[in-house]
């Protein structure tokens, strides 16, 4: 179930995005909620530190158990990166006369993550070669910076 995330890579069709939906429900609530800027960024590297843990630990499991390196059933790998691109713009407080805007740039950050992780440009598609859980994370950890990295240029003023 961790390395599902509760699941949600094992329900059908696009596997990768039903698991990067996790911390976006998660950021639109701390905004919803008003949190501070602090508790947003909490929670997203909470997750991005606890995602990171379960591919990489049980990596030699679920390499055996669904018989592939990556298996698309594993998504907590997806959840790391979808949370560092989200940090591109946690540390805005969501303003309530612009929600539209904050709304705007977290669904931005979703977007561009899926892109990235999906299109593997460069770097992001050689870093699959890491061993084990190593190779499984890091490619969607450099997709969320760089996806995190085109919210916070759109988020400057």
Request: glycine content about 10%; hydrophobic content about 55%; overall charge neutral.
């Amino acid at each position: 179930m961790l390395c599902t995330s509760f699941g949600l890579g094992l329900l059908p069709k696009a596997p990768g995005t039903w698991g990067s939906l996790l911390p976006l429900v998660a950021v639109l609530g701390c905004g919803h909620f008003q949190c501070a800027p602090s508790f947003t960024i909490s929670v997203l590297l909470l997750l991005v530190l606890a995602s990171s843990a379960v591919t990489i630990g049980l990596a030699d499991w679920y390499r055996d158990y669904f018989g592939k390196k990556d298996p698309s059933q594993v998504v907590s790998d997806e959840v790391a990166g979808q949370s560092i691109a989200l940090l591109g713009m946690a540390w805005i407080v969501p303003p309530l006369e612009n929600p539209v805007r904050w709304i705007g740039l977290a669904v931005l950050a979703f977007v561009f993550f899926r892109i990235f992780d999906i299109w593997k440009p460069g770097l992001i598609d050689r870093s699959q070669r890491l061993p084990s859980g190593w190779g499984v994370l890091t490619d969607d950890i450099l997709a969320g910076i760089a996806a995190g990295c085109i919210v916070l240029a759109v988020a400057l003023p």
